[in-house]
């Protein structure tokens, strides 16, 4: 008898609203201009998404230099410094740029700050892609602080004239523990207007929170460089799940990972589709953790239009096409 073995699906998981938008702008495109599309980087920090599109004729470069010239260029969710813009006019490539407007909202803030002269400490992790792009906007107001740690190294020049803003895929919990330190180190630090970490970061994991302390194990869904994901697994094992894995495919799941376990948690990253998750499940079904809970704590409706001068070209298309069948019957 193995009817005890369940699983508990984390809602919301999944997909986020600023990358069904890019992955919907890179899909959208290969139907207008047709293929290849070029795209700067991985539109999301998925695999699975990665090699979908890829298979569609979507071309995925490092560079704007390596794009023909002339050619167009979709830059990726996590955003661009002002610079990959400039870059992207100098080869003449048509850009259409599908960094989330959650993302631009941070880069506005950066703009502003520097503008009127702050100290900018940006709350994120080295070297990843929409940090290297916040940073971008005002490389001479802005220092990275990577993690609690990294709160030792700050400097500025005036204590009563900085801020902080963050990535938007942090650690919520984390985070509050960077700002505590922070503030203990410069008590006029001053805050972002609004929370820069994203609803669907905080959603997630708060799913994950509710989810895992009555899970033995928790499996996440997404990829290994995506921010979001692995915060998901950090939070799952610091709530109180044994074990936490992050995997991009059903087919990686170990059956070791399983033994003795008889909740298993399941989740993905804001990058995953959900047909990815559904494997999971047909997986661990397989294994008798045939009970599934959903454990649900939010609801999202948050929809993105497309970028605009996408929108703008599918516009004059469909105007094209509606003039070509008049044409034709009259
Ligand atoms: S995780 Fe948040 S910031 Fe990133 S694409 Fe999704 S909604 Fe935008």
Redesign the pocket.
């Known amino acids: 008898m193995t009817g005890s073995k369940r699983v508990l699906l984390a809602k919301p998981r999944g997909y986020?609203?600023?990358?069904d938008r890019?992955v919907q702008t890179v899909e959208e495109a290969l139907k207008l201009y047709g293929a290849p599309i070029y795209v700067r980087k991985e539109i999301?920090h998925n695999k699975h998404v990665v090699s979908t599109l890829q298979a569609k004729g979507a071309i995925f470069v490092e560079e704007n230099e390596e794009v023909p010239e002339g050619a167009t260029v979709v830059f990726s969710?996590?955003g661009v410094a002002p610079e990959v813009h400039e870059q992207a006019a100098a080869r003449s490539l048509k850009a259409i740029d599908a960094t989330?407007?959650?993302?631009t909202k941070v880069h506005q803030e950066a703009r502003r700050f520097a503008a009127e002269d702050y100290d900018i400490l940006l709350i994120g992790h080295e070297g990843h892609e929409?940090v290297i792009g916040t940073a971008g906007e005002a490389p001479a107001h802005i220092q990275l602080v990577d993690g609690p740690e990294g709160v030792d190294k700050v400097t500025v020049r005036d204590p009563a004239k900085v801020v902080w803003l963050s990535q938007?895929?942090l650690s919520v919990d984390e985070t509050l523990e960077t700002v505590a330190r922070l503030k203990t180190k410069l008590p006029l630090l001053m805050s972002p207007p609004s929370d820069d970490i994203?609803?669907?970061?905080s959603n997630r994991q708060d799913a994950v929170k509710a989810m895992a302390p009555n899970c033995d194990v928790v499996l996440v869904v997404g990829s290994q460089n995506s921010s979001?994901s692995q915060r998901l697994r950090e939070v799952a094992v610091d709530a109180g799940a044994r074990a936490g894995y992050l995997i991009d495919y059903a087919s990686e799941i170990q059956d070791e990972w399983l033994a003795g376990a008889t909740t298993v948690g399941v989740t993905s990253g804001?990058?995953v589709p959900d047909e990815l998750v559904m494997e999971v499940l047909d997986h661990l079904a397989a294994r008798d953790f045939t009970d599934v809970a959903e454990i649900t704590t939010a609801q999202e409706k948050?929809v993105f239009s497309l970028p605009q001068e996408l929108k703008r070209d599918m516009k004059a298309s469909a105007a094209a096409r509606a003039a070509e069948v008049a044409k034709t019957l009259s």
Not at 16 to 19: H, L, P, R
């Open positions: 986020c609203a600023g990358v890019a999301v969710a996590h989330c407007p959650l993302v929409e938007t895929t994203c609803y669907a970061t979001n804001a990058s948050l």
